[in-house]
């Protein structure tokens, strides 16, 4: 390779990863033979092993395999010191293998030699993973092979120098991971903080109820029982005023009341089971003071740059805010609006998504409000919710808390849900204060809730800060900036010289099992 990455001190020298280490592919032994897996003691990981796995060293994954399973596959036996790359799914985790270990094909790890430090490749690979992934094919989705693997240009240093960069980089590290850990712990409890704020509010504690304050000005006030007496009632009397408009503009008057009967009355909740609530509030059924709608799928063949904008799930925001960006915005033609009138989202509407990976991820029931200006369609797996007469801030902060997560976490007895239901959303249990109250709770928790976001913002961008900083210590490193370089160091390309000269005659340090593996199979560099 003529065009290095960067410049480098006269005492290193650029290599390509496969000149001075052996590059090992991995296999997977077949899964429908037990013998493969059951009682095996040797160490295989998978690059799921690997996903939010922070430790430089790793002995094992969650799962063993066999000799049997070893022999009957790709996999490798490779030694302690081993650097571990995944090369798809993602392209990009790193670590070290603290004793001897395989892998399977989402893999190509480095056998280094002696005189390059396992830790010195393990950091220049968390700092270089860019050049690993330029070097990377595919359609589905990127892959690194073997033979791309061995092309990573890898700056090296002498081997004394080397140490130097590692103790260096790893106490830097060591005082960054500090600080973030102490930005995190922030973080977790500005977020306890929030939850106990709208824990407080769902229960009546955040602000005077109405009732004491009506005892003390000598008043009376509307109660919730009333409120939701009197959305029941509006709610049938606009059903009543619907049906007999079609009826009229069919031409068929009604000859009596009997057609009213047909109205069905929204079930009310069962309470004997739930907490006594504030003086002045009721228990109410979403159904019973709130419509939902479902959105409809659009085709993504008509996506385009500009026109009515299309909302996502990846629109709505932990912030309770709908937010546009140019990787989140999809567009489409005028025509789907003229024809989905009624898909078309205002200003200051809720929707809420209904989907999502897990029982337990969050952003199954995210509820969100529109900005002031919005205008856009209603996707699938979304759903627009309408309260009658209720505050739509109060229902945003009362679905933001608790008490609808743990209705979301009832939907399913499994351990996975792909899709809440508008039908069951109809169930969710909700207290209902006096209005009035509704918007001093509205007010408070807005009050502190900002206070929270402006807090977290900042902690997400030093965070940012602390992540750019990391990347350029790693770079500081590998540019031979980052300690000082000692003129009584066996010069890189000695070191590089006794490598290739060791490699002639070494014998193979990679355990081949008994099944003959083509070169390609096997992910081994010559």
């Known amino acids: 390779m003529s065009d290095w990455p960067w410049e480098i001190p006269e005492s290193w020298t650029w290599v390509s990863a496969g000149d001075v280490s052996t590059v090992v592919g991995g296999g997977t032994p077949p899964t429908n033979e037990p013998k493969n897996y059951e009682g095996g003691e040797i160490p295989w990981i998978t690059p799921a092993d690997l996903s939010g796995y922070s430790d430089k060293f790793i002995s094992r994954g969650a799962r063993n395999i066999t000799q049997t399973g070893l022999d009957n596959s790709g996999a490798r036996l490779m030694p302690a010191g081993t650097v571990l790359f995944s090369s798809r799914a993602p392209i990009g985790y790193v670590a070290i293998a603290a004793n001897e270990i395989s892998t399977n094909q989402g893999f190509k790890s480095f056998v280094l030699p002696t005189g390059i430090l396992p830790s010195y490749w393990y950091w220049y690979l968390k700092g270089a993973k860019h050049l690993a992934i330029e070097l990377a094919s595919g359609t589905t989705f990127l892959e690194i092979s073997g033979k791309s693997a061995a092309q990573v240009p890898v700056p090296l240093a002498p081997e004394a120098e080397q140490r130097r960069i590692v103790d260096s980089i790893e106490a830097l590290v060591a005082d960054l991971d500090a600080a973030v850990a102490a930005l995190r712990r922030v973080q977790a409890n500005l977020k306890r903080y929030r939850g106990s704020v709208l824990k407080a509010a769902c229960e009546g504690r955040l602000v005077p109820t109405e009732a004491e304050l009506a005892r003390q000005e000598g008043r009376s006030y509307e109660t919730g029982e009333q409120l939701l007496a009197r959305i029941l009632k509006g709610r049938r009397a606009k059903w009543e005023a619907d049906q007999l408009a079609k009826m009229l503009a069919a031409g068929k008057p009604p000859e009596n009341d009997d057609w009213k009967k047909k109205y069905k009355e929204p079930t009310p909740p069962d309470t004997t089971t739930l907490p006594e609530l504030p ?14 709608q479902n959105g409809r799928p659009f085709p993504s063949a008509e996506y385009q740059d500009e026109g009515v904008r299309l909302l996502r799930p990846g629109n709505l925001f932990e912030n309770g805010k709908v937010e546009w960006t140019r990787q989140n915005t999809r567009c489409l033609p005028a025509k789907w609006e003229s024809q989905n009138q009624d898909l078309v989202v205002g200003p200051g509407e809720l929707v809420m998504n209904l989907t999502a990976q897990s029982l337990k991820d969050e952003f199954l029931g995210r509820i969100c409000m529109t ?20 505050s739509n801030n109060f229902v945003l902060w009362l679905m933001k808390s608790r008490v609808f997560r743990r209705f979301v976490d009832t939907l399913n007895t499994g351990s996975l849900i792909q899709h809440m239901f508008t039908t069951q959303l109809a169930d969710f249990v909700l207290p209902l204060p006096p209005l009035s109250e509704q918007e001093r709770i509205v007010e408070a928790v807005e009050q502190r809730v900002s206070t929270v976001l402006a807090q977290e913002d900042s902690l997400t961008s030093a965070l940012a800060r602390a992540d750019r900083l990391r990347q350029a210590i790693l770079k500081q490193a590998f540019g031979g900036k980052l300690v000082p370089q000692d003129p009584s160091d066996e010069p890189a390309s000695s070191l590089l010289e006794r490598i290739r000269a060791d490699r002639v005659s070494a014998k193979p340090v990679v355990k081949r099992s008994r099944r003959k593996m083509s070169k390609e199979e096997s992910g081994v560099s010559a």
Do not use: I, K, M
């Open 279 to 292: 003086e002045g509030w009721t228990w109410a059924r979403w159904e019973q003071v709130g419509f939902s």
């Open 371 to 390: 900005q002031a200006d919005e205008h856009c369609l209603l996707n699938q797996r979304l759903a627009r919710l309408r309260p009658v007469v209720v």
